[in-house]
């Protein structure tokens, strides 16, 4: 996949991760492990910047998925996310998260709104998807504010460091996204 930089406004930005972002996106991991922990079963697994590193160059080493970005806040690293692509079926899940200090801001949302609008205009993908537990209702909010629809619940769908939980399916069709009164 190509790297991405998009520019979102008010200091905003979301690029490709590389190699010399490990430090910075491990220091983020490290500064929000509690917030992490319940949701992140990479979380305990993310002990130093080598293994951020690893994560970066598996990232970039995949032809389909785009699951290594991070968020730039007026030159800050805020988050990361990204999109795992199922080719065969044009579908992508997207994924994300925020530190602390700038989670309530709306920027996940904005983030997604762009990475959603990417899916089907330049990706040529029809639908996206974007799972959440059930319990985590910031998630869940942010699926729910992007007018995804709640689809299905898989019950004991994700493992996390506390266990399985049930994981609520939320999807949106392109129409669905392209329809004016979204
Ligand atoms: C889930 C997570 C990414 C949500 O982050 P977030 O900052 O709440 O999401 P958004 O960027 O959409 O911000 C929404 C909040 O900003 C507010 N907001 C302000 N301006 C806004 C705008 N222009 N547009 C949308 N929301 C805006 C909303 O009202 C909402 O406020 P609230 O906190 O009172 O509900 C974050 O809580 C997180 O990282 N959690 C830990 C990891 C995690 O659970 N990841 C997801 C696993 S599925």
Known sequence: MNPIYWDLGDGVAVRTY????????????????????PWMIWEPQTRSPADTRAFIQRCLA??????????????????????????????AEIGYWIGGDFEGRGII???????????????????VELCAADTNTRSR???ERLGMRQEGVLRGGVRTPQGFLDLVIYGILEDEWRAPAR
Not at 65 to 91: F, T
Not at 109 to 127: K, M, V
């Open 109 to 127: 949302t904005l983030a997604c709104r762009r990475f959603i609008d990417f899916a089907f205009d330049e990706l040529g993908l029809h639908r």
């Open 18 to 37: 590389t190699l010399d972002d490990a430090e910075e996106a491990f220091a983020l991991v490290d500064a929000n492990r509690e917030r992490l922990h």
């Open 141 to 143: 909010s942010v699926a």
């Open 62 to 91: 995949s032809e389909t998925d785009m699951e290594g970005n991070g968020i730039w806040v007026d030159g800050r690293l805020a988050g990361s996310m990204g999109l795992r692509v199922d080719v065969s079926d044009a579908g």
